[in-house]
């Protein structure tokens, strides 16, 4: 497992404190919680067990919660950890390990290591080391945690339903991050990741948005804000319902293969975009993924149907299939916000509410207050104490 860690080189660590300085910066309701932790010490004598996208705004969370008196042991997730972000946080102490190098062989090698350390609290993303403490049978040592995802929840809900004996804060269910987060901050990462790897003009192209859930709306809203034609593939009939409402194209995949230019999965579902849709698609088709696993474009079937390869920039594969035609396929069908080159994730401020609902979370898990065993949404009373630091944050009325 060669690439499981970094060495955090003098020039390294530099980088990562610079740009954890500047998004430290403008986190002002995190700043506020780091005061509070730093009096309070609620997770003092705990060990918190990690898995997140380990990015410059995600660093700020775990200085947080290192000031709040936490251990922390944690790892980043496949392809989007970035180095100097890695190196910085060993520099101050914070046990986080993992590189951008990592196979997804050695980040299994991480989750494990995150497990072998007996963690007693779980920050997790996509259920993964949830799902480890279950198969490991630890689950009896574990107080409780939060879950970051809609994969995780549904996971929770799922394979591990019945499972898992310890409360898991889903913060997927807060409406504060389906509105904040989810809508506005992967609409518009999204699209400035479009722009930024393709380098593609918006206007005029056609897209189809794959999933009309919160992450679906947003990227399809501000697609169309910049000239995009978008069309929406949804399964629910509801949200189907909506997205006609709102003035797009609503169609089966299979109508809209040969329409679009570019797909973007937005479901945290395995296989919405199979290889049949792929071999109907139009010449130079651009296929992306925005959910958290790498599952929602059957990547295996359109291996299949492959007959050559051709890497553009690192971040670009051009694939060439055997009906004659050849589709772009965006890190590797990677959450390719976090995992394209020179990442930036989501804004700012609305990880400075993801992660506020984070830090509040885990300290309402450590207070106990009657929470259930199992998937769980953030408590109400947390919801509104962010919304109204938030609106005092912009300046807004509340």
Same mark, same amino acid.
């Given at each position: 497992?060669?690439?499981?860690?970094?060495? @955090?080189?003098?020039?390294?660590?530099?980088?990562?404190?610079?740009?954890?300085?500047?998004?430290?910066?403008?986190?002002?309701?995190?700043?506020?919680?780091?005061?509070?932790?730093?009096?309070?010490? @609620?997770?003092?004598?705990?060990?918190?067990?990690?898995?997140?996208?380990?990015?410059?705004?995600?660093?700020?969370?775990?200085?947080?919660?290192?000031?709040?008196?936490?251990?922390?042991?944690?790892?980043?997730?496949?392809?989007?950890?970035?180095?100097?972000?890695?190196?910085?946080?060993?520099?101050?102490?914070?046990?986080?390990?993992?590189?951008?190098?990592?196979?997804?062989?050695?980040?299994?090698?991480?989750?494990?290591?995150?497990?072998?350390?007996?963690?007693?609290?779980?920050?997790?993303?996509?259920?993964?080391?949830?799902?480890?403490?279950?198969?490991?049978?630890?689950?009896?040592?574990?107080?409780?945690?939060?879950?970051?995802?809609?994969?995780?929840?549904?996971?929770?809900?799922?394979?591990?339903?019945?499972?898992?004996?310890?409360?898991?804060?889903?913060?997927?269910?807060?409406?504060?991050?389906?509105?904040?987060?989810?809508?506005?901050?992967?609409?518009?990462?999204?699209?400035?990741?479009?722009?930024?790897?393709?380098?593609?003009?918006? @206007?005029?192209?056609?897209?189809?948005?794959?999933?009309?859930?919160?992450?679906?709306?947003?990227?399809?809203?501000?697609?169309?804000?910049?000239?995009?034609?978008?069309?929406?593939?949804?399964?629910?009939?509801?949200?189907?319902?909506?997205?006609?409402?709102?003035?797009?194209?609503?169609?089966?995949?299979?109508?809209?293969? @040969?329409?679009?230019?570019?797909?973007?999965?937005?479901?945290?579902?395995?296989?919405?975009?199979?290889?049949?849709?792929?071999?109907?698609?139009?010449?130079?088709?651009?296929?992306?993924?925005?959910?958290?696993?790498?599952?929602?474009?059957?990547?295996?079937?359109?291996?299949?149907?492959?007959?050559?390869?051709?890497?553009?920039?690192?971040?670009?594969?051009?694939?060439?299939?055997?009906?004659?035609?050849?589709?772009?396929?965006?890190?590797?069908?990677?959450?390719?916000?976090?995992?394209?080159?020179?990442?930036?994730?989501?804004?700012?401020?609305?990880?400075?509410?993801?992660?506020?609902?984070?830090?509040?979370?885990?300290?309402?898990?450590?207070?106990?207050?009657?929470?259930?065993?199992?998937?769980?949404?953030?408590?109400?009373?947390?919801?509104?104490?962010?919304?109204?630091?938030?609106?005092?944050?912009?300046?807004?009325?509340?």
């Amino acid at each position: 497992m060669g690439h499981s860690s970094v060495t @955090p080189d003098a020039g390294l660590v530099e980088r990562g404190r610079g740009r954890v300085a500047w998004i430290r910066s403008r986190m002002a309701m995190l700043a506020t919680m780091r005061e509070e932790f730093r009096r309070t010490r @609620p997770f003092a004598g705990r060990r918190i067990g990690m898995s997140l996208h380990i990015e410059p705004k995600t660093a700020v969370l775990l200085e947080v919660l290192a000031e709040g008196g936490a251990e922390i042991v944690g790892t980043g997730n496949h392809g989007s950890t970035q180095d100097d972000v890695v190196a910085f946080l060993q520099s101050q102490g914070i046990g986080v390990f993992g590189s951008r190098a990592d196979t997804l062989a050695d980040h299994h090698a991480n989750l494990a290591r995150v497990l072998d350390a007996k963690p007693d609290m779980l920050l997790d993303n996509g259920a993964d080391l949830a799902a480890g403490i279950v198969e490991r049978g630890l689950a009896a040592s574990i107080l409780g945690g939060t879950e970051e995802t809609t994969s995780g929840g549904d996971r929770l809900r799922g394979a591990l339903a019945g499972k898992v004996p310890f409360p898991s804060i889903v913060i997927n269910d807060s409406p504060l991050k389906a509105i904040g987060e989810n809508k506005h901050a992967v609409g518009q990462s999204v699209v400035e990741s479009f722009m930024r790897i393709t380098n593609l003009m918006i @206007p005029g192209r056609r897209f189809c948005v794959i999933g009309y859930g919160w992450c679906g709306r947003g990227i399809a809203q501000y697609l169309r804000a910049l000239g995009g034609r978008v069309a929406i593939v949804e399964v629910d009939e509801i949200k189907a319902l909506e997205a006609a409402l709102d003035g797009y194209r609503v169609a089966p995949l299979g109508d809209l293969a @040969p329409w679009a230019q570019v797909f973007i999965t937005a479901t945290g579902r395995a296989g919405v975009l199979p290889a049949e849709a792929i071999a109907a698609m139009a010449e130079g088709a651009v296929l992306a993924n925005s959910g958290h696993f790498p599952w929602e474009i059957d990547t295996e079937g359109l291996q299949a149907m492959t007959v050559g390869v051709s890497e553009l920039d690192g971040t670009l594969r051009r694939v060439d299939l055997a009906n004659g035609r050849h589709v772009i396929l965006v890190a590797e069908g990677r959450m390719f916000n976090l995992a394209g080159s020179e990442p930036k994730g989501n804004s700012i401020e609305s990880m400075d509410i993801g992660f506020m609902l984070q830090a509040l979370s885990l300290e309402r898990v450590v207070k106990g207050n009657g929470l259930a065993a199992g998937a769980q949404p953030v408590p109400d009373d947390i919801n509104r104490r962010i919304a109204r630091l938030m609106m005092a944050t912009m300046g807004a009325a509340a």
